[in-house]
């Protein structure tokens, strides 16, 4: 019997262990409205990219119309502090005035199925407007994406707590803006999604980044990676945490421990 123990154990230990058995990467492209020709670029890309589009640009409208014919997720990069301008969220604004930008900046980007933060590192780590905004959207039927330029975020942690459908971003792609570095980028997050099961990764549609995924997005298959839309790596996650985000499935900031 000891054998039969031992190689037993030695099974399980290895299961604890193993590697997913899915793979799935879900890609956002941030910063969409302000060029028609790099907006067009980026529509072309193949298969489920979602598609952030700006508020305040000049093709905002157009654009999400269009990306939305083409059969796109399109969501609402909402620009929050230290980002300026008409639909910017500040803190210390009252909430009233928070209210009557997010909904005139739905206006401005339509078909939009959730948003994102624009920038955000002061924004998000605000407990009040992100419960609010949470409770905003779970009412308006729409889901979040937390870009997590802050680790002082609490966005996810409210959506969570609210039952929010809402997933945090991973990896962004392109802080260095040359091939190499988005092409390493792009490998850290086809091994991340290896070891954790799936992977959220967020670019912008620089001439740099665009290069990289036309080559690189047709090859996923091949690499044993699953491109899903972003509400089904929603549902995937199943709104719980990645290990980087939190513990146990809980995002730090909603009342559990740090």
Partial sequence: MRPLLLALLCLLAGAAHATPAKAYLTLII??????????????????????????????????????????????????????????????GTPLPELEQRLHAALRKVPYASGINNHMGSRMTAEPQAMGWLMAELQHRHLFFLDSRTSAATVAAAKAQAQGLASLSRDVFLDDVRTPEAIAGQLRLAIALARKQGSVVIIGHPYPQTLEVLERELPRLKAQGVDWIEIQQMIAERANLAMPAHGPAGRYRGNGSSQ
């Fill in 30 to 91: 941030d910063d969409l409205g302000q060029s028609p020709a790099r907006d067009a670029r980026t529509l072309a890309l193949p298969g489920p990219v979602t598609l952030a589009v700006m508020p305040d640009t000049p093709h905002a409208s157009e654009f999400a119309r269009q990306a939305h014919q083409a059969g796109k997720t399109v969501i609402l990069h909402m620009p929050m502090d230290p980002a300026t301008g008409p639909y910017a969220w500040h803190p």
